[in-house]
């Protein structure tokens, strides 16, 4: 079995390793500094030698496998090499999981608010409440305390324990594992039963950064940001406000009313345009009509999308009207047999309906397009 040193020195990021056994892709060594994945935490990446460990994971026997990137050659039983960390992708997922452990804490020891699952990202944690409901209010007061108890540089260290004492002390989760239990405390805040990596002091994470919260599965999953990830968070969103607020020249306080009364405006704008256009597009058709004999097909181009004449084209009207816009679109008013002479004798075209209305679109220039779907009707009887 693979000596662990990440639980005896979690800081360490290269020691020297040899190959102890190959199997695929994944390597054994003597010992390692890699954390396989568990428990929501990734497992670590780096190098062994020349050889890049894309993952690291445990085998179904529980030793730690480093798995090798690639599909070239692979190291060989008794390889002595330089095992290297990637150490910035290592130290943010430490703090990304002492984070999740002190989010989860205060939640439910100062809002008896459990946690079901946990997700750790590139980027966010989520952790899965055991509650179908949580005020934003609240979140925010665990994003406070969190910040606090990051501020007093509470400690944060690890121990190990039996089965049996680990039971007494009542921690807010159960324990998952039989044998001997890994304990992670954090100063007279929490103390839980975890395997992963953390980091000593919550100093180290930086800040943390409550972001959002959904409904999933029955329970409330709530999203956080820590570390450089929080940083660019709060700048992001700093950078936002302002250019809204020169945008809309307001105070910052006064953005979401500004915005609200231009959402408002541009809906009334909206409906007015859309008066405006339905009148326009009748004046259009029976313009054309008019222009054109009795029993021919109606064929025009607009400047408006061709959904405006949607409504103004009677269900009844007897003729075939074909409407074509300058962005290539058409509407075709008509019998499903013309339609689809047209569709399969005009190269580019695409569409379809149902009834006598049928809308698609066409490639090319507009007006060497209704002339040849005009010959193709004509050619049909549409005259």
Same mark, same amino acid.
């Given at each position: 079995?693979?000596?662990?040193?990440?639980?005896?020195?979690?800081?360490?990021?290269?020691?020297?390793?040899?190959?102890?056994? !190959?199997?695929?892709? /994944?390597? %054994?060594?003597?010992?390692?500094?890699?954390?396989?994945?568990?428990?929501?935490?990734?497992?670590?990446?780096?190098?062994?030698?020349?050889?890049?460990?894309?993952?690291?994971?445990?085998? +179904?026997?529980?030793?730690?496998?480093?798995?090798?990137?690639?599909?070239?050659?692979?190291?060989?039983?008794?390889?002595?090499?330089?095992?290297?960390?990637?150490?910035?992708?290592?130290?943010?997922?430490?703090?990304?999981?002492? +984070?999740?452990?002190?989010?989860? *804490?205060?939640?439910?020891?100062?809002?008896?608010?459990?946690?079901?699952?946990?997700?750790?990202?590139?980027?966010?944690?989520?952790? =899965?409440?055991?509650?179908?409901?949580?005020?934003?209010?609240?979140?925010?007061?665990?994003?406070?305390?969190?910040?606090? +108890?990051?501020?007093?540089?509470?400690?944060?260290?690890?121990?190990? @324990?039996?089965?049996?004492?680990?039971?007494?002390?009542?921690?807010?989760?159960?324990?998952?594992?039989?044998?001997?239990?890994?304990?992670?405390?954090? =100063?007279?805040?929490?103390?839980? &039963? /975890?395997?992963?990596?953390?980091?000593?002091?919550?100093?180290?994470?930086?800040?943390?950064? $409550?972001?959002?919260?959904?409904?999933?599965?029955?329970?409330?999953?709530?999203?956080?940001? /820590?570390?450089?990830?929080?940083?660019?968070?709060?700048?992001?969103?700093?950078?936002?406000?302002?250019?809204?607020?020169?945008?809309?020249?307001?105070?910052?306080?006064?953005? /979401?009313?500004?915005?609200?009364?231009?959402?408002?405006?541009?809906?009334?704008?909206?409906?007015?345009?859309?008066?405006?256009?339905?009148?326009? *597009?009748? $004046?259009?058709?029976?313009?054309?009509? =008019?222009? @054109?004999?009795?029993? =021919? +097909? !109606?064929?025009?181009?607009?400047?408006?999308?061709?959904?405006?004449?949607?409504?103004?084209?009677?269900?009844?009207?007897?003729?075939?009207?074909?409407?074509?816009?300058?962005?290539? %679109?058409?509407?075709?008013?008509?019998?499903?047999?013309?339609?689809?002479?047209?569709?399969?004798?005009?190269?580019?075209?695409?569409?379809?309906? %149902?009834?006598?209305?049928?809308?698609?679109?066409?490639?090319?220039?507009?007006?060497?397009? &209704?002339?040849?779907?005009?010959?193709?009707?004509?050619?049909?009887?549409? @005259?």
């Amino acid at each position: 079995m693979t000596e662990r040193l990440y639980y005896s020195d979690k800081y360490a990021k290269e020691i020297t390793a040899t190959v102890t056994g !190959v199997d695929g892709r /994944c390597v %054994r060594l003597d010992r390692t500094i890699f954390y396989p994945e568990a428990g929501g935490q990734p497992g670590d990446r780096g190098f062994f030698g020349s050889f890049r460990i894309a993952d690291t994971k445990k085998s +179904a026997d529980g030793d730690v496998l480093h798995v090798i990137d690639g599909n070239g050659p692979m190291p060989a039983v008794g390889d002595f090499c330089t095992l290297s960390l990637d150490w910035p992708h290592r130290y943010f997922f430490m703090k990304e999981h002492t +984070a999740q452990h002190l989010v989860s *804490a205060i939640l439910f020891s100062s809002f008896s608010i459990g946690t079901v699952a946990v997700h750790q990202g590139d980027e966010s944690f989520t952790v =899965e409440t055991d509650r179908g409901e949580i005020d934003e209010d609240t979140l925010l007061r665990v994003e406070d305390a969190a910040n606090e +108890a990051i501020r007093k540089n509470l400690k944060v260290w690890q121990d190990e @324990t039996d089965h049996e004492s680990a039971e007494k002390l009542h921690m807010r989760r159960s324990i998952k594992v039989s044998g001997r239990v890994m304990l992670v405390h954090i =100063e007279g805040i929490d103390v839980v &039963a /975890c395997g992963g990596v953390h980091v000593s002091s919550l100093s180290e994470i930086g800040e943390i950064a $409550y972001v959002s919260s959904e409904k999933i599965r029955g329970h409330v999953r709530t999203c956080w940001k /820590c570390s450089d990830s929080a940083v660019r968070y709060r700048r992001e969103n700093a950078a936002i406000v302002r250019k809204l607020s020169s945008l809309f020249s307001a105070e910052p306080g006064c953005i /979401c009313r500004e915005a609200e009364r231009c959402l408002s405006e541009i809906k009334v704008s909206r409906h007015n345009l859309s008066v405006m256009s339905g009148k326009l *597009a009748s $004046y259009l058709f029976f313009s054309a009509c =008019e222009e @054109t004999n009795g029993s =021919e +097909a !109606v064929i025009f181009s607009t400047e408006l999308d061709v959904s405006a004449f949607e409504s103004v084209i009677p269900e009844d009207y007897p003729r075939p009207v074909l409407v074509v816009d300058e962005e290539g %679109r058409f509407l075709f008013h008509g019998q499903k047999e013309l339609f689809e002479a047209f569709k399969n004798g005009v190269p580019g075209l695409r569409g379809g309906g %149902r009834g006598i209305r049928f809308r698609g679109s066409f490639q090319g220039d507009t007006d060497q397009f &209704a002339a040849a779907v005009r010959k193709i009707l004509d050619g049909n009887g549409s @005259t």
